[in-house]
């Protein structure tokens, strides 16, 4: 039966060569296959890695860096033969040969996409008066993370074909980076001193006019480097003045040359203001103070700056495809691999060439305008504010671009207020201005913001929309430029202004025309399809008609003919500037995008989080139920402030920041927990944990078609669970905060002094009927077309007000929008040198420990002094054990199987150790970046997770590090002793079956009995994944000593991916995701979970297997030589495909009629006519 079997296979294999073949037949020009090669390295064993052909290349043992990725062939090159799959005996397949765990490298770095190559191949000649456009589909190569691009046309530059692993690292910048897009380019002509006399001016300058604002010891170090430099005089300072030469440098000659920006320009606008009569035109008050920068200057000068060869031109879709399968889903990651862009991009091939140019053959491109605006304080006490309009371009990685030192940013314009003597010509101007004060007020606003835009689109940026503009990039080619405006991050009350609706109106979302009173039912099928259905669109020709009756006829702004035409849909009688500049094909409302930040973070969070504290109060012992939630205190986690540490009186909720609330979801599961009876209790921990599940996708930096359809299901599913807190904590008596009611009181009594205010407080409830709930249901649609949120997020624009309010330091407060122009151009210009760093990150390595030799650790007499301590018990042999299986030459080798007589042949040098505090790791995260952790074995960040050798248990380990140290070993006869990192930890284990995503529950975590001989041990640092954010179970009391503990999965990112599953970064790594721990947990009457906490201990022999998963270089360069080479015959394929396909959204409607699940029915009703 054997040798029938494998006849019948190599029947099947032969049969299937044979089609191949013959569909290759006439093929000539075709291009060959290209193979993949990697390599398998011990390190220390070869220093020559033997190449191999294999589908997925395995990692290597030393982290190597990263080769230049394969070329792109073009897309019909067809996909050659697959030689036939190696067989046993018996007619099975042959398996993979895999290494042991410890000599494999899980945690590969990351690398970019394969880059692609011009290709050589003759290009198809154009047609005389023939419109012909080609799509040259093209497709490259998978690299080791399974990505791959698919190009709609053919690029001619790819910024990434020389990225560095440091490039994709996501470590503190401690240079200045390039210059600013706003600054010189480097050329020779503009060369420093310029514009000074010397190099001492020029540096002394740039001292002055960069860094902090405040001269703090680092700005003290700076001015020492500076007076050390050795091209600096002190003579040249003689009779300097720093006024004399900042006017110098604001007066240097800038207009004519692309080095340098094209300064601000201050300028005046004018707004119409109604007369309120009859046959009586508007009068003009023109609003000054404008300081603005030529919009198309900006473009021009971004172009031809170094900066721009790593702009993306060529839009692509980015697709992954899993180990194990062929099947290739589509990954957002950027705007330029976005539907939007690859659209945008697509057209502009087919845009209308000018009159002057009909033969243009130079490429087309898109210049990606993403805007962000928003009024901003620039002092704690007083008035003074500035609102300033910055731009990124979405051809930048947003990785770049989120980077304060990479001058991507570019200030385009200071919007300017109504001055105080409005009122007095408004007054004047309109015959009923007693009456009508606010409505002018309110109009006159919005005038002022599309004044100022239809300011700055001006006509030669129209011209260059429709037609493009030909710019010499920074790469020395000419190129037809297109700009587009993509997005415009915006708060909630700015995109009111720019969407022209009215605040609080009838259909107050920008997006849509759903009515206010149906925003409650976000999720829900009937909200999904009316949002779909009822778009809103922008009606310049009723706003023109609209503003004619004003005008000419004198009704009032908010007359009853005018509001029956306008307030049903909450429209306002405004022209929208970039619909009257850019014609009315331009939707005014797509670029107004979703805002995380505000409307979720200070928005749906902040509301149901003051909910929570509203249903403390309400229980018995309120009080006391606050002052135990502020005692719940929660260390902070990460060197980067990723967890900061709380105030003590979090229910106050003082002077709280969009993050301080993201770091309140983050920990809120353990610190509520047991707050409130059963079933509340149960009903809350599921409503947080979904609440900040549904957080993590959203601010995901990388998605997938899989996460952003969890997504779309998550929002329904926490639509239904809000609107359930709601119906239950409607029958609890919760009355407003005491913040609340003094704030309230504050506002009434500065409205009417003279009135009498109660003391009692109000009742609150949740509500729901709010635009930031709401808007959840648009984060899915808006992730498919525009890419992950962070990419557009208002927390960039609020990065970009730290200099400008550092800028307002520096004045004298008379005219400060004037002056921090100055100081930006100044800024932009003299950009500050690259600053060595003190702790030096080296993102290839898997871990950096200090060699350093301070804390010596003699081992026999420290051991008698700790003698009764459990921590110590056994540490010698434990650690000998450790050692043995650590740089044994056998594969097969364990801790736990050593001898008396194995471990005499370890010899520590000098019975000596050595111990530090710290440890970074380093590890490759789930957007396929690198990032790092640093572990304090002196404080509460003290927590790993190790990666599980068994497939019979918990796919993590977890470990309380209690000493970090390394030692030189000699082992067996071996002449050199080797340097060897270790780690001294107490093992914990899972406590609780039954957590994860389904029954939402956080993994529950306690240590090992003391007692037991496992509790303790050695760990090998790179057998370390990262580290962990563990949360006390404070709902057991508060103890001296905690003794279980809350893995917070949802401290960043990444460690949200790692549970969930789907992280492209991780590579074969065993996920535990939800359906991984879950057992089946039935559900009670409530519709809640019955779980029943049941103590599944780990294996006593929890230490046996762990070795390391990676070796570096320093760890092995003593000893051992050898080489370990894998080999396989199969190649990676190019498919490629040509067809003239259309990029489409890829945003699921279901319209189907199954029961939404919706609490309290529909009311159609809420909908009205619309």
Same mark, same amino acid.
């Given at each position: 039966?054997?040798?029938?079997?494998?006849?019948?296979?190599?029947?099947?294999?032969?049969?299937?060569?044979?089609?191949?073949?013959?569909?290759?037949?006439?093929?000539?020009?075709?291009?060959?296959?290209?193979?993949?090669?990697?390599?398998?390295?011990?390190?220390?064993?070869?220093?020559?890695?033997?190449?191999?052909?294999?589908?997925?290349?395995?990692?290597?043992?030393?982290?190597?860096?990263?080769?230049?990725?394969?070329?792109?062939?073009?897309?019909?090159?067809?996909?050659?033969?697959?030689?036939?799959?190696?067989?046993?005996?018996?007619?099975?397949?042959?398996?993979?040969?895999?290494?042991?765990?410890?000599?494999?490298?899980?945690?590969?770095?990351?690398?970019?996409?394969?880059?692609?190559?011009?290709?050589?191949?003759? &290009?198809?000649?154009?047609?005389?008066?023939?419109?012909?456009?080609?799509?040259?589909?093209?497709?490259?190569?998978?690299?080791?993370?399974?990505?791959?691009?698919?190009?709609?046309?053919?690029?001619?530059?790819?910024?990434?074909?020389?990225?560095?692993?440091?490039?994709?690292?996501?470590?503190?910048?401690?240079?200045?980076?390039?210059?600013?897009?706003?600054?010189?380019?480097?050329?020779?002509?503009?060369?420093?001193?310029?514009?000074?006399?010397?190099?001492?001016?020029?540096?002394?300058?740039?001292?002055?006019?960069?860094?902090?604002?405040?001269?703090?010891?680092?700005?003290?170090?700076?001015?020492?480097?500076?007076?050390?430099?050795?091209?600096?005089?002190?003579?040249?300072?003689?009779?300097?003045?720093?006024?004399?030469?900042?006017?110098?440098?604001?007066?240097?000659?800038?207009?004519?040359?692309?080095?340098?920006?094209?300064?601000?320009?201050?300028?005046?606008?004018?707004?119409?203001?109604?007369?309120?009569?009859?046959?009586?035109?508007?009068?003009?008050?023109?609003?000054?103070?404008?300081?603005?920068?030529?919009?198309?200057?900006?473009?021009?000068?971004?172009?031809?700056?170094?900066?721009?060869?790593?702009?993306?031109?060529?839009?692509?879709?980015?697709?992954?495809?899993?180990?194990?399968?062929?099947?290739?889903?589509?990954?957002?990651?950027?705007?330029?691999?976005?539907?939007?862009?690859?659209?945008?991009?697509?057209?502009?091939?087919?845009?209308?060439?000018?009159?002057?140019?009909?033969?243009?053959?130079?490429?087309?491109?898109?210049?990606?305008?993403?805007?962000?605006?928003?009024?901003?304080?620039?002092?704690?006490?007083?008035?003074?504010?500035?609102?300033?309009?910055?731009?990124?371009?979405?051809?930048?990685?947003?990785?770049?671009?989120?980077?304060?030192?990479?001058?991507?940013?570019?200030?385009?314009?200071?919007?300017?207020?109504?001055?105080?003597?409005?009122?007095?010509?408004?007054?004047?101007?309109?015959?009923?201005?007693?009456?009508?004060?606010?409505?002018?007020?309110?109009?006159?606003?919005?005038?002022?913001?599309?004044?100022?835009?239809?300011?700055?689109?001006?006509?030669?940026?129209?011209?260059?929309?429709?037609?493009?503009?030909?710019?010499?990039?920074?790469?020395?080619?000419?190129?037809?430029?297109?700009?587009?405006?993509?997005?415009?991050?915006?708060?909630?009350?700015?995109?009111?202004?720019?969407?022209?609706?009215?605040?609080?109106?009838?259909?107050?979302?920008?997006?849509?025309?759903?009515?206010?009173?149906?925003?409650?039912?976000?999720?829900?099928?009937?909200?999904?399809?009316?949002?779909?259905?009822?778009?809103?669109?922008?009606?310049?020709?009723?706003?023109?008609?609209?503003?004619?009756?004003?005008?000419?006829?004198?009704?009032?702004?908010?007359?009853?003919?005018?509001?029956?035409?306008?307030?049903?849909?909450?429209?306002?009688?405004?022209?929208?500037?970039?619909?009257?500049?850019?014609?009315?094909?331009?939707?005014?409302?797509?670029?107004?995008?979703?805002?995380?930040?505000?409307?979720?973070?200070?928005?749906?969070?902040?509301?149901?989080?003051?909910?929570?504290?509203?249903?403390?109060?309400?229980?018995?012992?309120?009080?006391?139920?606050?002052? &135990?939630?502020?005692?719940?205190?929660?260390?902070?986690?990460?060197?980067?402030?990723?967890?900061?540490?709380?105030?003590?009186?979090?229910?106050?909720?003082?002077?709280?920041?969009?993050?301080?609330?993201?770091?309140?979801?983050?920990?809120?599961?353990?610190?509520?927990?047991?707050?409130?009876?059963?079933?509340?209790?149960?009903?809350?921990?599921?409503?947080?944990?979904?609440?900040?599940?549904?957080?993590?996708?959203?601010?995901?930096?990388?998605?997938?078609?899989?996460?952003?359809?969890?997504?779309?299901?998550?929002?329904?599913?926490?639509?239904?669970?809000?609107?359930?807190?709601?119906?239950?904590?409607?029958?609890?008596?919760?009355?407003?905060?005491?913040?609340?009611?003094?704030?309230?009181?504050?506002?009434?009594?500065?409205?009417?002094?003279?009135?009498?205010?109660?003391?009692?407080?109000?009742?609150?409830?949740?509500?729901?009927?709010?635009?930031?709930?709401?808007?959840?249901?648009?984060?899915?649609?808006?992730?498919?077309?525009?890419?992950?949120?962070?990419?557009?997020?208002?927390?960039?624009?609020?990065?970009?007000?730290?200099?400008?309010?550092?800028?307002?330091?520096?004045?004298?407060?008379?005219?400060?929008?004037?002056?921090?122009?100055?100081?930006?151009?100044?800024?932009?210009?003299?950009?500050?040198?690259?600053?060595?760093?003190?702790?030096?990150?080296?993102?290839?390595?898997?871990?950096?420990?200090?060699?350093?030799?301070?804390?010596?650790?003699?081992?026999?007499?420290?051991?008698?002094?700790?003698?009764?301590?459990?921590?110590?018990?056994?540490?010698?042999?434990?650690?000998?054990?450790?050692?043995?299986?650590?740089?044994?030459?056998?594969?097969?080798?364990?801790?736990?199987?050593?001898?008396?007589?194995?471990?005499?042949?370890?010899?520590?040098?000098?019975?000596?150790?050595?111990?530090?505090?710290?440890?970074?790791?380093?590890?490759?995260?789930?957007?396929?970046?690198?990032?790092?952790?640093?572990?304090?074995?002196?404080?509460?960040?003290?927590?790993?997770?190790?990666?599980?050798?068994?497939?019979?248990?918990?796919?993590?380990?977890?470990?309380?590090?209690?000493?970090?140290?390394?030692?030189?070993?000699?082992?067996?006869?071996?002449?050199?002793?080797?340097?060897?990192?270790?780690?001294?930890?107490?093992?914990?284990?899972?406590?609780?079956?039954?957590?994860?995503?389904?029954?939402?529950?956080?993994?529950?975590?306690?240590?090992?009995?003391?007692?037991?001989?496992?509790?303790?041990?050695?760990?090998?640092?790179?057998?370390?994944?990262?580290?962990?954010?563990?949360?006390?179970?404070?709902?057991?009391?508060?103890?001296?000593?905690?003794?279980?503990?809350?893995?917070?999965?949802?401290?960043?990112?990444?460690?949200?991916?790692?549970?969930?599953?789907?992280?492209?970064?991780?590579?074969?790594?065993?996920?535990?995701?939800?359906?991984?721990?879950?057992?089946?947990?039935?559900?009670?009457?409530?519709?809640?979970?019955?779980?029943?906490?049941?103590?599944?201990?780990?294996?006593?022999?929890?230490?046996?297997?762990?070795?390391?998963?990676?070796?570096?270089?320093?760890?092995?360069?003593?000893?051992?030589?050898?080489?370990?080479?894998?080999?396989?015959?199969?190649?990676?394929?190019?498919?490629?495909?040509?067809?003239?396909?259309?990029?489409?959204?890829?945003?699921?409607?279901?319209?189907?009629?199954?029961?939404?699940?919706?609490?309290?029915?529909?009311?159609?009703?809420?909908?009205?006519?619309?």
């Amino acid at each position: 039966m054997a040798a029938k079997g494998a006849d019948m296979a190599r029947q099947r294999a032969e049969r299937r060569k044979r089609r191949m073949e013959s569909k290759n037949t006439g093929t000539s020009n075709k291009k060959a296959r290209f193979e993949d090669h990697a390599s398998v390295v011990i390190a220390g064993l070869s220093s020559d890695p033997m190449e191999f052909v294999h589908p997925h290349p395995q990692p290597s043992l030393y982290l190597p860096t990263p080769e230049p990725a394969p070329a792109l062939a073009p897309a019909r090159a067809p996909s050659p033969s697959p030689p036939p799959p190696a067989l046993r005996p018996s007619g099975r397949p042959a398996r993979e040969v895999r290494l042991p765990v410890r000599f494999r490298q899980d945690d590969p770095l990351p690398e970019a996409p394969p880059a692609v190559v011009r290709s050589d191949a003759e &290009e198809i000649p154009r047609l005389p008066q023939v419109r012909l456009i080609v799509r040259d589909t093209m497709r490259t190569l998978r690299n080791a993370f399974g990505l791959f691009r698919e190009y709609l046309h053919r690029p001619t530059h790819d910024p990434d074909s020389s990225v560095a692993t440091e490039d994709l690292a996501n470590v503190p910048d401690t240079s200045s980076g390039p210059t600013s897009m706003d600054g010189t380019t480097g050329s020779e002509d503009r060369e420093p001193p310029w514009p000074f006399s010397s190099m001492s001016i020029y540096r002394y300058m740039t001292w002055l006019n960069t860094g902090g604002t405040s001269k703090t010891y680092a700005e003290a170090d700076r001015l020492a480097d500076i007076i050390s430099s050795p091209d600096f005089e002190p003579g040249d300072l003689k009779g300097f003045n720093a006024k004399r030469e900042s006017q110098r440098l604001d007066q240097a000659k800038a207009d004519q040359s692309k080095n340098f920006i094209d300064g601000f320009t201050k300028a005046s606008i004018n707004i119409d203001i109604p007369s309120g009569q009859k046959d009586v035109p508007p009068s003009k008050f023109p609003v000054h103070g404008l300081y603005y920068r030529d919009l198309l200057g900006a473009i021009k000068s971004a172009f031809s700056h170094p900066l721009s060869l790593k702009f993306h031109l060529s839009p692509f879709k980015l697709f992954h495809v899993a180990e194990g399968s062929e099947e290739p889903t589509r990954a957002y990651s950027e705007l330029y691999n976005s539907d939007a862009f690859i659209q945008e991009h697509d057209r502009v091939q087919r845009a209308q060439l000018p009159a002057d140019s009909p033969d243009c053959k130079l490429e087309r491109v898109v210049a990606a305008l993403m805007f962000w605006s928003d009024a901003t304080q620039l002092a704690n006490f007083g008035d003074a504010k500035l609102w300033p309009i910055y731009l990124f371009f979405g051809n930048l990685s947003k990785y770049i671009r989120g980077q304060p030192t990479s001058g991507a940013c570019h200030h385009i314009a200071y919007i300017p207020s109504l001055p105080d003597l409005f009122a007095d010509f408004a007054r004047d101007a309109h015959s009923k201005w007693r009456t009508q004060q606010k409505d002018i007020l309110a109009h006159c606003r919005r005038e002022v913001m599309h004044a100022v835009w239809a300011f700055l689109l001006t006509d030669e940026f129209v011209h260059a929309y429709r037609y493009g503009i030909v710019i010499e990039c920074a790469d020395g080619i000419k190129r037809r430029v297109y700009p587009r405006i993509f997005t415009y991050s915006a708060d909630y009350p700015e995109k009111v202004l720019l969407a022209n609706i009215r605040d609080k109106g009838l259909c107050p979302c920008p997006r849509c025309l759903t009515p206010k009173s149906a925003f409650w039912r976000m999720g829900m099928k009937l909200d999904l399809r009316f949002r779909l259905k009822n778009v809103r669109r922008y009606l310049l020709h009723t706003v023109l008609q609209v503003r004619k009756y004003i005008h000419e006829y004198g009704w009032p702004i908010k007359g009853k003919h005018i509001e029956q035409l306008l307030k049903p849909i909450s429209a306002v009688p405004t022209v929208n500037a970039f619909v009257s500049r850019l014609g009315e094909d331009f939707d005014p409302c797509k670029m107004l995008v979703v805002d995380l930040m505000h409307e979720f973070e200070l928005g749906v969070w902040k509301n149901l989080f003051t909910h929570l504290i509203r249903m403390l109060y309400a229980m018995p012992n309120g009080a006391g139920l606050v002052q &135990e939630l502020n005692m719940r205190q929660v260390s902070p986690f990460g060197s980067s402030k990723t967890i900061r540490r709380f105030a003590n009186d979090v229910s106050e909720m003082k002077k709280l920041a969009a993050r301080d609330f993201e770091d309140l979801l983050q920990c809120s599961i353990p610190c509520f927990e047991g707050l409130l009876p059963e079933p509340y209790n149960r009903q809350v921990m599921k409503l947080l944990y979904r609440a900040a599940e549904w957080h993590a996708l959203a601010k995901l930096r990388m998605h997938t078609d899989s996460t952003v359809s969890e997504l779309k299901t998550l929002s329904t599913e926490l639509g239904n669970l809000l609107r359930s807190f709601r119906d239950t904590t409607s029958h609890f008596n919760c009355v407003e905060l005491p913040r609340e009611a003094r704030a309230r009181a504050r506002r009434q009594k500065a409205q009417n002094p003279d009135s009498d205010l109660s003391s009692s407080r109000q009742k609150k409830t949740l509500n729901l009927d709010i635009y930031k709930f709401h808007a959840m249901a648009d984060y899915a649609g808006t992730i498919l077309e525009f890419g992950p949120t962070d990419g557009y997020s208002t927390q960039l624009g609020e990065m970009c007000h730290q200099p400008v309010k550092r800028f307002y330091t520096l004045t004298n407060k008379r005219d400060a929008a004037g002056q921090i122009a100055k100081r930006y151009r100044r800024n932009a210009i003299l950009r500050p040198e690259c600053v060595e760093g003190t702790d030096v990150i080296v993102p290839e390595l898997h871990h950096q420990i200090s060699n350093r030799r301070d804390t010596v650790i003699h081992l026999r007499p420290w051991l008698q002094e700790n003698a009764s301590e459990p921590t110590k018990k056994n540490f010698v042999p434990k650690l000998k054990d450790h050692l043995l299986a650590r740089l044994s030459r056998s594969l097969t080798a364990s801790e736990g199987n050593f001898t008396d007589s194995d471990r005499n042949k370890v010899v520590i040098l000098g019975n000596k150790i050595y111990s530090v505090k710290t440890m970074r790791i380093n590890y490759t995260t789930y957007d396929v970046r690198r990032d790092s952790n640093l572990v304090n074995c002196n404080n509460d960040q003290c927590f790993v997770m190790v990666r599980s050798e068994t497939s019979d248990t918990h796919p993590l380990w977890y470990a309380h590090i209690l000493g970090i140290f390394h030692a030189q070993v000699y082992v067996e006869k071996s002449q050199v002793p080797q340097f060897v990192e270790f780690l001294w930890v107490r093992w914990m284990e899972v406590a609780r079956r039954g957590n994860g995503r389904n029954p939402a529950q956080l993994p529950k975590l306690e240590y090992l009995p003391a007692e037991n001989e496992s509790a303790f041990g050695f760990l090998d640092p790179n057998a370390v994944v990262r580290a962990s954010h563990l949360i006390p179970q404070f709902a057991v009391g508060r103890t001296a000593e905690v003794s279980s503990y809350y893995v917070n999965l949802f401290v960043d990112r990444d460690m949200f991916m790692r549970y969930h599953g789907g992280g492209l970064g991780h590579v074969d790594i065993v996920q535990p995701t939800g359906r991984e721990l879950d057992d089946e947990i039935p559900v009670n009457e409530e519709g809640f979970e019955d779980i029943e906490e049941s103590e599944d201990v780990l294996d006593n022999g929890i230490t046996e297997g762990i070795h390391t998963a990676t070796e570096t270089e320093a760890a092995f360069r003593d000893g051992h030589e050898g080489t370990i080479s894998l080999d396989d015959d199969q190649a990676e394929e190019i498919i490629a495909d040509s067809d003239d396909e259309e990029y489409e959204n890829d945003f699921d409607n279901d319209d189907s009629d199954e029961d939404d699940g919706d609490v309290g029915g529909e009311n159609d009703s809420d909908y009205g006519d619309l």
